[in-house]
């Protein structure tokens, strides 16, 4: 599928910003399962900026503002063609040829070069009843376990904006029993990471799909997870589903902390964020 992507982000403030520093994460990056034909980021007002690969391996656009303005917006705009998972086992739970068993995961080697995907912070601790449902699906292949642990999630939590905040931790939104992808992702990290498999949260778009070629519709900045056992499982606990092509990757780390789409720190008063998403299937 090939996407055409326009994101625009960014803050209303109520008097006159003097000085703001910021970091973009809104440029989608080239993988086995997506080709980026086109991207490019504009800051209005204009900014001095510059672009880097942070730790991991995520497109960062860092700028900075000294000029009075009351609002700042992040437009970003890019062409990407994806090509979904090739892997179909998570259909009919079939165990990948490279999958590793619980003893190897548990290794010392794949624990210390996994170590930052497998500890638990308050953003991504999970409560102790989900803790023992996931132990309970530790009794089958590392793969299986997963998907299982990612179904508790999807029964317990329902969908719905607004509900939680950004700094919302997973118990938090258990013990509501609500949330938006964000906190999805972050209670699945948690009981992934609980029964020792690492795991990690990937940031990006999705398409809802349904729609005629070259029509233009409302996106969403979206998230999943991807757990590692001998390569890395991708999916999504929000929708309970595999990653398909309408998934648009830009980029993974420990919770959504390290790939936030847009943040930084102003001299000002108080500010409202505003965030739209039009994407279009190219025919």
């Not at 179904?151 to 938090?172: D, F």
């Not at 398909?244 to 789409?261: L, N």
Request: net charge negative; proline share 5%.
């Amino acid at each position: 599928m090939r996407l055409s992507i326009d994101h625009q982000t960014g803050f209303r403030y109520a008097t006159p910003v003097k000085s703001s520093y910021n970091e973009a994460r809104m440029t989608p990056v080239a993988t086995d399962q997506q080709t980026v034909w086109s991207s490019r980021v504009s800051i209005n007002p204009a900014a001095w900026s510059f672009t880097y690969t942070d730790y991991w391996g995520t497109t960062v656009t860092t700028f900075e503002l000294h000029e009075p303005h009351e609002r700042l917006t992040v437009h970003a705009q890019g062409v990407v063609e994806t090509h979904g998972d090739d892997l179909a086992w998570d259909l009919d739970r079939r165990i990948a040829p490279n999958d590793l068993g619980w003893p190897a995961l548990r290794d010392r080697g794949v624990i210390d070069t996994m170590t930052e995907f497998l500890v638990v912070d308050d953003r991504t601790q999970a409560p102790d009843e989900l803790l023992a449902l996931a132990a309970e699906k530790a009794n089958q292949p590392p793969r299986l376990a997963g998907l299982d642990v990612c179904a508790l999630i999807h029964e317990r939590l329902s969908y719905q904006r607004g509900s939680t905040k950004v700094t919302s931790t997973a118990r938090e939104a258990w013990d509501l029993g609500r949330g938006v992808c964000q906190d999805f992702s972050h209670v699945a990290l948690g009981a992934l990471r609980s029964i020792g498999l690492p795991a990690r949260y990937v940031s990006g778009y999705l398409h809802p799909g349904g729609v005629r070629a070259n029509t233009s519709v409302v996106g969403e900045s979206h998230s999943w997870v991807e757990w590692w056992c001998g390569s890395w499982v991708s999916y999504d606990p929000t929708l309970q589903r595999r990653i398909t092509d309408g998934y648009v990757r830009v980029g993974h780390g420990r919770d959504y902390g390290d790939v936030a789409p847009l943040r930084g720190t102003y001299a000002g008063g108080a500010s409202e964020m505003f965030v739209t998403v039009q994407m279009t299937e190219l025919g």
